[in-house]
């Protein structure tokens, strides 16, 4: 990921609108359909889709696409966030920076995909 697209992304992830529940709850929230929206260092708000939440390494990671437009973030990218918390204060997402481990939530997310479609192969074919 090139560094303004870090930059970039890394304001937005920032800290969540006020009016939303801890962040937690938000993406593993199974219900939750709404989009996450994130507000930048400048005050403006982008909206991301959830794709997934993948615990990993103890850490929990989210793969947000953007819906809104993102400057050096093509419409097809997603982007590994993680949780970071600290003591009394409330969790927030991080731009994952490390790409190494950015490829290791990417590939944790496929191995969970290839796990649910053999899943519901063994399902079908169960059904016959």
Request: proline letters at 3%; hydrophobic letters at 45%; glycine letters at 2%.
């Given at each position: 990921m090139d560094k303004k697209k870090v930059e970039k992304v890394q304001e937005a992830s920032k800290k969540?609108?006020?009016?939303?529940?801890?962040?937690?709850d938000v993406l593993l929230?199974?219900?939750?359909?709404?989009?996450?929206?994130l507000v930048d260092g400048k005050?403006?708000?982008?909206?991301?889709?959830?794709?997934?939440?993948?615990p990993h390494n103890d850490k929990l990671y989210c793969v947000l696409k953007p819906i809104d437009k993102i400057e050096n973030v093509q419409d097809d990218e997603a982007i590994v966030f993680f949780v970071h918390e600290e003591e009394g204060k409330t969790p927030?997402?991080?731009?994952?920076?490390?790409e190494k481990v950015a490829m290791d939530v990417f590939d944790e997310y496929y191995n969970l995909l290839d796990e649910e479609e053999a899943k519901n192969k063994k399902k079908k074919s169960s059904k016959k």
């Open positions: 969540v609108k006020e009016e939303a529940l801890d962040i937690i929230d199974e219900n939750n359909k709404e989009p996450i929206t005050g403006k708000k982008l909206s991301f889709e959830q794709i997934a939440v993948i927030v997402l991080m731009v994952e920076t490390d």
